[in-house]
């Protein structure tokens, strides 16, 4: 039932949303209406990050406790996470496109989602060939708060790495202050989002639930 | 149908109730509970792939049951099972040999791992008490199937375990074989050690049975004293019970 | 600890007597050599820009596969369970079999050298310290996942897919750091240079030295 709530909050806020993004947010000089899917992006990446967060926190809890609750939670947060970081590097990358000529040019920090991208479906994978529940969890449980501690590390890596050969581009509202009207416009987005990976969170914990309630 | 015998009230080594283990929706055990009190030999029957292994992997940790509780050694089993892992051995399907070393080389490696002393001459005893001591330094990879079984249960010699679960010990052994594991398992119990023997064959273990227990369809279909039953009366309710009522004479 | 010491004791005695692992190892390092230059063509000026990338992805994709092994005697023989009932601090075993895979990594990186050296004609004497600071650092990283997501995928049917789907992002910053200060190495530039990116190894060492000794106890459960 609070799901549900949660979808309908959802909704709204995302209309919310949109219309902030496309009807009050200004036209960016330079880079011109592309840039408005730095709306979508930003808080992407944001609500990704979320995701992870409780991956970690569900992997810990499940080593700690072994109650199966926790490891739904990771299961639960991992598969939108996923989600998320996948319309990170897809919004990012045709951002890119008008300025940089081409999808992809191994931009830092797409880079960095790139390849946290691959660690949490690396962690469904595992998690798909594991039927026993114990051991699934305990093995994801490892993945995941490697995972996690290594997000710092690639990010620094990667960053670096492309010191190294190239000025970090700018992909980010970072570049120059913030004005108000896209400051709201990306606080609404980003609530929105959050509002909606927690949906998304709610029902999956729901239907895992119900799977191991079916299993056992 | 089910038969159940109380136990008197001393040290009790295992204490398992209503384990239940499940892989998807098919029940493997389904409700398992049983005693034993140190000392006490525990022979668990049932034919082949009813879950005999599965529950004896339960019973030493290996595997977590589904639902269901389990005390070692007065210990919850479940929520500390490294607080009872060092009472626990176990003699499996695998022997936990390693193959391309010598028995005292395993022997030497086992005890470490399990953090006893592993002097030369001590590690030597135990391969004579299970006669494998004229093989000491062969390459384990040439032994038989019986002389592994020996090189595990020097291992078990060497250990400080007081609970022994042994899954189809027998199988493979000859008649000389089987007489002195039995003899083996006397003395294991004399020591105030509990054992549990999983077996289909039932000539070969029950010697060293106190009790007497018939795993049938996920639950415990009987558990007797051993002497309460002759081996006719075994044989019959074994027929019965798990073979299931068209078999019964 | 005793009883790491004893893991890669009884793991270097099993080695010795089959050579399986190692003799296998080295021979792949050979082929990688020889299917390296056949992809980057007969160019020697290729070779040599893309060295310290190639020695790298040697070191990893033989890496894959020893790390892969690190508990295949233990299934083998059917020892698994052995350990698991090994009463005691788990982590002894993690570093016994960290250890194994770090000198099984040390002689393979020492045959990719010299056969690197002898056959592109390359001299790496003189940046042999510097050369071996990124070496040990980047091994230690490699391994210590490796070792972790090699006990993992042990009990599974499909190991052999899984390991490098877990192991290969969760190294990159490895792969970063150790290519660049490598290649700084190889240029003839002092370690200083690279001392942002050694520093990076160092700490991705310790992060992941610390989760797999923190998490293998319960990666060793039945």
Not at chain 2, 128 to 134: A, C, K, Q, S, W
Not at chain 2, 199 to 225: C, E, K, N, Y
Not at chain 3, 145 to 159: E, K, S, W
Not at chain 3, 172 to 184: D, E, K, M, R
């Amino acid at each position: 039932m609070a799901a549900r709530v949660l979808g309908w909050l959802a909704a709204l806020a995302l209309v919310a949303g949109l219309v902030a993004a496309f009807g009050y947010a200004p036209r960016e000089a330079v880079q011109g209406n592309v840039q408005r899917i730095m709306y979508l992006h930003v808080p992407a990446v944001l609500t990704a990050y979320l995701a992870f967060g409780l991956v970690f926190l569900g992997s810990l809890g499940y080593l700690l406790t072994r109650r199966p609750g926790w490891d739904r939670l990771a299961l639960a947060a991992a598969e939108p996470g996923v989600l998320f970081t996948g319309i990170t590097i897809a919004s990012g990358s045709i951002w890119g496109k008008p300025t940089w000529g081409t999808w992809w040019t191994w931009d830092a920090r797409l880079t960095s989602t790139a390849v946290l991208f691959l660690v949490y479906v690396g962690y469904l994978l595992l998690r798909g060939m594991v039927d026993e529940p114990d051991r699934r969890a305990r093995a994801a449980a490892v993945v995941g708060i490697l995972g996690a501690a290594n997000i710092p590390i690639v990010h620094f890596s990667v960053k670096w790495w492309r010191a190294l050969h190239q000025p970090a581009t700018i992909l980010g509202p970072e570049s120059s202050p913030i004005a108000t009207p896209i400051a709201l416009a990306l606080f609404t987005n980003w609530i929105a989002f959050t509002l909606l990976f927690a949906y998304l969170l709610a029902k999956r914990m729901q239907i895992a639930r119900l799977e191991d309630m079916h299993a056992g | 149908m089910r038969e159940r015998a109380a136990s008197p009230a001393f040290d009790l080594m295992v204490q398992a109730e209503h384990l239940r283990k499940t892989y998807g929706p098919t029940p493997v055990l389904d409700g398992v509970s049983l005693e034993l009190g140190a000392g006490q030999g525990l022979t668990l029957l049932g034919p082949n792939g009813t879950g005999k292994t599965t529950l004896l992997r339960i019973l030493a940790t290996l595997l977590r049951p589904t639902s269901g509780s389990l005390r070692i050694a007065g210990a919850d089993a479940l929520k500390e099972p490294e607080a009872v892992r060092g009472a626990i051995d176990m003699v499996g399907h695998g022997s936990w040999v390693y193959e391309d070393l010598s028995a005292m080389e395993n022997l030497r490696f086992w005890s470490i791992m399990g953090g006893h002393d592993a002097a030369q001459t001590r590690l030597h005893t135990a391969l004579e008490e299970v006669e494998l001591d004229t093989v000491a330094d062969q390459r384990a990879r040439t032994f038989s199937a019986g002389m592994k079984r020996r090189l595990a249960l020097a291992r078990v010699l060497l250990g400080r375990a007081r609970l022994l679960l042994l899954d189809e010990p027998f199988t493979g052994l000859d008649r000389a074989g089987r007489k002195w594991l039995g003899e083996f398992l006397m003395s294991f119990k004399a020591r105030g050690g509990a054992l549990i023997v999983a077996t289909h064959s039932f000539d070969a273990g029950v010697g060293v049975a106190d009790r007497v227990a018939i795993l049938a369809g996920g639950r415990i279909v009987l558990d007797r004293p051993a002497a309460e039953l002759g081996p006719d009366d075994l044989r019959r309710l074994y027929d019965e019970l798990a073979m299931g009522p068209e078999t019964a004479s | 600890m005793r009883r790491a010491w004893i893991v890669v004791w009884k793991d270097v005695l099993s080695e010795r007597r089959s050579k399986e692992s190692l003799n296998a190892l080295v021979f792949f390092s050979i082929l990688l050599l020889f299917v390296f230059q056949f992809a980057l063509g007969p160019e020697r000026a290729r070779v040599e820009a893309a060295l310290p990338g190639l020695l790298w992805l040697g070191f990893i994709l033989s890496g894959l596969l020893a790390f892969g092994r690190t508990f295949l005697v233990e299934r083998e023989n059917d020892c698994w369970e052995g350990l698991v009932l090994t009463p005691g601090d788990k982590s002894a075993i993690y570093v016994g079999k960290l250890a194994g895979n770090v000198l099984l990594m040390a002689v393979v990186e020492a045959v990719l050298l010299v056969l690197f050296a002898v056959f592109f004609g390359l001299d790496f004497t003189g940046v042999l310290p510097g050369l071996s600071l990124v070496l040990a650092l980047g091994t230690l990283g490699l391994a210590s996942v490796g070792t972790l997501f090699g006990a993992i995928t042990a009990q599974m049917r499909a190991r052999e897919l899984l390991l490098p789907v877990l192991l290969l992002p969760a190294v990159v910053p490895i792969l970063l750091g150790s290519v660049s200060a490598t290649q700084t190495v190889l240029l003839g530039q002092p370690l200083a240079e690279a001392a942002a990116w050694l520093k990076l190894l160092a700490a991705a060492d310790v992060v992941y030295l610390v989760v797999g000794l923190l998490t293998f106890e319960f990666v060793l459960e039945g």
